[in-house]
């Protein structure tokens, strides 16, 4: 099997070897379907552009309301392409053979989300670069801090797809979830209108939702604020931390498998 030969020692080395050989092969199966993520940059592009006059016309901070929500919007979207990853493989009865190989089932969650993450990285710095050259978003005075904030909410998505990815028994599954998921969540974050605007009901139930979290780190690490991004920012990596850690059990006890399709 590809994780199994050559042997490139044990330990931390091994674990390297194991992680970069899924890593290329799932770079490689998205590099031949892109068409899922260039979506996910070309759709908020044309919304962006579209619906800035009327945010900046109905808020003081239009340029940067419309900007992050669609950001967060359309990376939420993308939990489907990590929950597919991951249920490919289970589809192509291919799952088994990896949870026999030397891999356990951290390095196997890693190595196929590992080109996702990337993507995502890329996708949400592409949104905000093209957010401050074509609709006005000001240029965040602390870059550093705005990189470590989409970091942590790409290593969240992953592994909340990767989670519903041990639940769901089919695509179409995932999908509904996926979908209904993104809207409810990036919607009740505030992404589409500004909290204040909103019910009561819904300002109070925002908390639950990662998407709130996620916009208010956003919309804090582009203002430079970094005391109001580190609060979000932990919440979001505890959540990451809790789903990665939910699926690596579910896979390593079995509950992936392909028979359980």
Not at 224 to 243: F, K, Y
């Amino acid at each position: 099997m590809l994780l199994d030969a050559p042997r490139p020692g044990l330990g931390v080395l091994g674990s390297v070897h194991r992680i970069a050989a899924l890593a290329r092969l799932n770079l490689l199966l998205r590099l031949r379907d892109p068409g899922q993520m260039i979506s996910y940059v070309a759709m908020p592009m044309v919304l962006m552009l579209v619906l800035r006059p009327l945010y900046v016309r109905a808020l003081d901070a239009g340029a940067t309301q419309v900007a992050t929500g669609l950001m967060v919007m359309f990376s939420v979207f993308a939990i489907s392409l990590a929950g597919n990853a991951i249920l490919s493989e289970r589809t192509w009865r291919t799952w088994d053979r990896l949870r026999v190989s030397r891999a356990p089932a951290a390095e196997l969650l890693v190595g196929k989300t590992l080109p996702l993450f990337v993507v995502m990285v890329a996708q949400q710095s592409i949104l905000l670069v093209y957010g401050c050259l074509a609709i006005g978003l000001p240029v965040p005075p602390n870059p550093a801090i705005v990189l470590m904030s989409i970091v942590i909410w790409a290593f969240a998505l992953l592994a909340i797809g990767a989670a519903l990815a041990t639940i769901v028994r089919s695509h179409g599954e995932l999908s509904v979830i996926s979908d209904v998921g993104a809207l409810t969540l990036s919607s009740l974050g505030g992404a589409l209108v500004p909290l204040s605007l909103m019910p009561e009901w819904a300002q109070v139930a925002a908390p639950a939702s990662p998407g709130y979290w996620a916009l208010t780190m956003m919309q804090s690490a582009v203002a430079g604020d970094v005391a109001g991004t580190l609060r979000p920012a932990a919440v979001l990596l505890a959540i990451g931390v809790m789903a990665g850690a939910f699926a690596a059990r579910r896979l390593a006890r079995g509950w992936g498998r392909g028979g359980l399709m």
